[in-house]
T-cell receptor, first 115, second 115 residues
């Protein structure tokens, strides 16, 4: 079946511009996670959605970062006024539910380059 | 707060030799531990996980890991390396304190397999 998909696969933007990154989770998965992978910081948790509950935003690095999940499915991560330190690979993962017993399935990521 | 330390950012082995990738964790509660593999330009794939059942966990592709509470370790091993094992490997610990299954990752170990 289809896995987690992310778009675009690559995004180059100028400093100060806004960007939107999209994640399509596996159908039926209620939990969705965003992570960031960068040279300086490694892999970091950003935000977590579970069903219709309020998202866990504890990993968002600044108020320039936001995310939403519409209809419990597709999610969009938005970065406003991008900075060079935002350059990273943004990974999305989904799982059937929030429990540790459920595997997180990762998408291929979106490579963001801020020039 | 939970954390993971992976000793050795780069490990090189000969084909057919033992693979040993080290992971130590810090956790205030009984941990759930994971090993993921990442091939170039791909997302992360789960190799295996420890969720408080058997301390010796077997995963895909011939990998296994042993949970040792006294040593706070969860090292990944494979008896005989194959060229296809060349990839980056991440150890992770689950943080379920706030609900969900947010993962805290180590900095990764790049495995090189030589003829």
């Amino acid at each position: 079946g289809a896995g987690v998909s992310q778009s675009p696969s690559n995004k180059v933007t100028e400093k100060g511009k806004d960007v939107e990154l999209r994640c399509d989770p596996i159908s039926g998965h209620t939990a969705l996670y965003w992570y960031r992978q960068s040279l300086g910081q490694g892999l970091e948790f950003l935000i977590y959605f579970q069903g219709n509950s309020a998202p866990d935003k504890s990993g968002l690095p600044s108020d320039r970062f936001s995310a939403e999940r519409t209809g419990g499915s597709v999610s969009t991560l938005t970065i406003q006024r991008t900075q060079q330190e935002d350059s990273a690979v943004y990974l999305c993962a989904s799982s059937p539910g929030p429990l540790t017993s459920y595997e997180q399935y990762f998408g291929p990521g979106t490579r963001l380059t801020v020039t | 707060a939970q954390s993971v330390t992976q000793l050795g950012s780069h490990v090189s082995v000969s084909e057919g030799a033992l693979v040993l990738l080290r992971c130590n964790y810090s956790s205030s509660v009984p941990p759930y531990l994971f090993w993921y593999v990442q091939y170039p330009n791909q997302g992360l794939q789960l190799l295996l996980k420890y969720t408080s059942a058997a301390t010796l966990v077997k995963g895909i592709n011939g990998f296994e890991a042993e949970f040792k509470k006294s040593e706070t370790s969860f090292h990944l091993t494979k008896p005989s390396a194959h060229m296809s094992d060349a990839a980056e490997y991440f150890c992770a610990v689950s943080d379920q304190a706030g609900g969900g299954n947010k993962l805290t990752f180590g900095t990764g170990t790049q495995l090189k397999v030589e003829l």
